[in-house]
C-alpha cells in the first residue's frame, strides 16, 4: 500500500535579526535551524511547524513549495 498524497513543504527564510527578540522566538528560530537573517531552510508541512512559523511570523519569510 503506496500513499500517494502530495508533501507540501515549506521554504522559510529568516529575513529579520534575533536581536533583542524574545526568548522564545529566539528557541523557535534555532529550532527550525534559522541561525543567521538570510538563512534558509526546507521543512514539511505539520502542525508542529506550522506552529512554530506561527510563533516567528514577523520574522520569517513563507513559501509553500
Same mark, same amino acid.
Given at each position: 500500500?503506496?500513499? *500517494?498524497?502530495?508533501? !507540501? &513543504? *515549506?521554504? +522559510? #527564510?529568516? =529575513? /529579520? %535579526?534575533? +536581536?533583542?527578540? &524574545?526568548?522564545?522566538?529566539? /528557541? #523557535? $528560530? /534555532?529550532?527550525?535551524?534559522? #541561525? &543567521? =537573517?538570510? %538563512? #534558509?531552510?526546507? @521543512?514539511?508541512?505539520?502542525? $508542529?511547524? @506550522?506552529? !512554530?512559523? +506561527?510563533? +516567528? $511570523?514577523?520574522?520569517? /519569510?513563507? =513559501?509553500? &513549495?
Amino acid at each position: 500500500c503506496w500513499d *500517494y498524497r502530495i508533501i !507540501m &513543504k *515549506y521554504e +522559510i #527564510t529568516l =529575513v /529579520k %535579526s534575533l +536581536i533583542g527578540r &524574545k526568548p522564545n522566538q529566539v /528557541k #523557535t $528560530a /534555532k529550532a527550525l535551524g534559522l #541561525t &543567521k =537573517v538570510g %538563512s #534558509t531552510v526546507i @521543512k514539511e508541512e505539520n502542525e $508542529a511547524v @506550522k506552529g !512554530m512559523i +506561527i510563533t +516567528i $511570523a514577523h520574522l520569517v /519569510k513563507v =513559501v509553500q &513549495k
